[in-house]
T-cell receptor, first 114, second 113 residues
């Protein structure tokens, strides 16, 4: 069964610093991988997705992620954090049977301080 | 264009009661999925409906049921509520039956007392 592990439930960075949110997955077949962001009292917004094309995926708001099959990782990065990046971030993988559902990690709460 | 709309936004129920949550997908989207997000956890898949047929069901008890109407809107029903059912219930819609591009609503926050 697929699973997603997000290392670090809370990450704190200074404004302007590098953001690195870690995600590892387990899947028996090549998955589709996603990063979603959730702001307080809101639903999930898609940041970026990997669907077996380029391994380096660029998303919205300056975020990008790199798919590394050998490491089963899909870490999310942003070169320079902004205060508005403070939110909860979820990594997700599609189910292998039918690709009709997402399996989410537990989430990482990103705090950005001045 | 309107996004995915869910109603109500907040709901308070007591144990043993029944609840109905509603979701309207983006116009033209034929698939609706439901996810439960317990505080401090990632969303968990409950159901997917595509073209009014159930296409997937997560590991939830039979107290949870759903349906999709001819206009592609959907209802999630939960019977005999337990304290552990307190969560944010998210609805997502997509054009096709795959989860490659889901659009999520803002959710219904259910509190069971």
């Amino acid at each position: 069964a697929q699973s997603v592990t997000q290392l670090g439930s809370h990450v704190s960075v200074s404004e302007g610093a590098l953001v690195l949110l870690r995600c590892n997955y387990s899947s028996s077949v090549p998955p589709y991988l996603f990063w979603y962001v959730q702001y307080p009292n809101q639903g999930l917004q898609l940041l970026l997705k990997y669907t077996s094309a380029a391994t380096l995926v660029k998303g919205i708001n300056g975020f990008e992620a790199e798919f590394k099959k050998s490491e089963t990782s899909f870490h999310l990065t942003k070169p320079s954090a902004h205060m508005s990046d403070a939110a909860e971030y979820f990594c997700a993988v599609t189910s292998s049977g039918g690709y009709n559902k997402l399996i989410f990690g537990a989430g990482t709460r990103l705090a950005v301080h001045p | 264009d309107a996004g995915v709309t869910q109603s109500p936004t907040h709901l308070i129920k007591t144990r043993g009661q029944h609840v109905t949550l509603r979701c309207s997908p983006i116009s033209g989207h034929k698939s609706v999925s439901w996810y439960q997000q317990v505080l401090g956890q990632g969303p968990q898949f409950i159901f997917q409906y595509y073209e009014k047929e159930e296409r997937g069901r997560g590991n939830f008890p039979d107290r949870f049921s759903a349906r999709q109407f001819p206009n592609y809107s959907s209802e999630l029903n939960v019977n005999a509520l337990l304290l552990g059912d307190s969560a944010l219930y998210l609805c997502a819609s997509s054009l096709g039956d795959r989860a490659e591009k889901l659009f999520f609503g803002s959710g219904t926050q259910l509190s069971v007392l």
